[in-house]
């Protein structure tokens, strides 16, 4: 009898999943965490966006910007865009995390083995991102397409709706779709930035704790460490997006040669220049650090399942030497 015990153990172990078992409400919670912070960045967004399409603005700061907008149009001008900004990025935001849990798991079932997962972790995230954000970003285009249209322009329409339409209308699909290739370009490196450098500041925050600090570790130390991975990725997604970001204002507002979406980019480019494309990387490094850290801190709460609102289940953990820092022993379905 003591023989067969380790050999039944071993039997029942195997049989427990690699992953967790995630439903369709889980999948929604998970879609809370994005749509939760955007639309409250709006006035940033806006002066942003001014400042790589407006000449007149292409070398004033963040603060400079904001104050020559709200002399010339009233503070109301700093919430031009909102509607599609919070539409727009609250369905984006939502398809975009819950996206990179179901693409997440789905590539570690690939890998076939908790140390494998491991092993080949940056591959993982890597391919979650830009998976999740490909299709997040079929449902935002059109949005996006109208609220640079609305931010550049101000007698286009009078909000959302009729923008929308009136994009709907005169350019159809195709026009409503014109900045797909840029907003790839744009938003897979962004992802990338957000969910991969995220994933491994927590990484390296954790491996250079004691057991014991660990163990004893409050709201404020895990708050703490969320915020600041969530900084760092910010300034990351910002930074590999940028040039990309820049070009879809451009072409959103109208500028550049007809012909191909390709050549337009490129066109672009060197109109632009290489000091050009990176005008308002400032105000974006301070929205989307803002952005992401809020998101990533709501994420947190909601991946810990430690919500009573919301009471979803953490997500998957494949940090190399993770160990859960409560002390608590992790769950073979929560890697």
Known sequence: MAIEKPSESRRVASTKPLVPQFTVKDYSQFFVAGIMTHAAMTPIDVVKTRIQIDPSLARHSLFAAGQKIVAAEGPRG?????????????????????????WKKKFVEVAGSQEDAVKHRTAIYLGASSVAEFFADILLTPLEATRIRLVSDRTYASGLMTGFARLAREGGIREMYAGFLPIICKQI??????????????????????????????????????????????????????????????????????????????????????????????????????????????????KKGESIALGSPPGIEIHKNHKDYKGKKPKANQL
């Open 78 to 102: 700093l919430l031009t865009g909102f509607g599609p900004t919070a539409v727009g990025y609250l369905v984006q935001g939502g398809a975009k995390f819950s996206g990179y849990e179901f």
């Open 189 to 302: 490196p962004y992802a990338i930035g957000q969910f991969t450098v995220n994933e491994f500041c927590h990484e390296v925050a954790f491996r250079r704790l004691s057991e014991e600090t660990k163990r004893n570790m409050g709201s404020s130390g895990r708050f703490t460490i969320d915020l600041g991975s969530g900084i760092v990725a910010g300034f990351a997604a910002a930074i590999l997006s940028h040039p990309a970001d820049t070009l879809l204002s451009q072409i959103n507002k109208g500028h550049g040669p007809t012909g191909s979406m390709t050549y337009r980019l490129v066109t672009l480019a060197r109109q632009t220049g290489p000091i050009g494309i990176w005008a308002g990387l400032g105000p974006r490094m301070i929205m989307t650090a803002g952005l992401v850290a809020g998101q990533f801190l709501i994420y947190g709460e909601i």
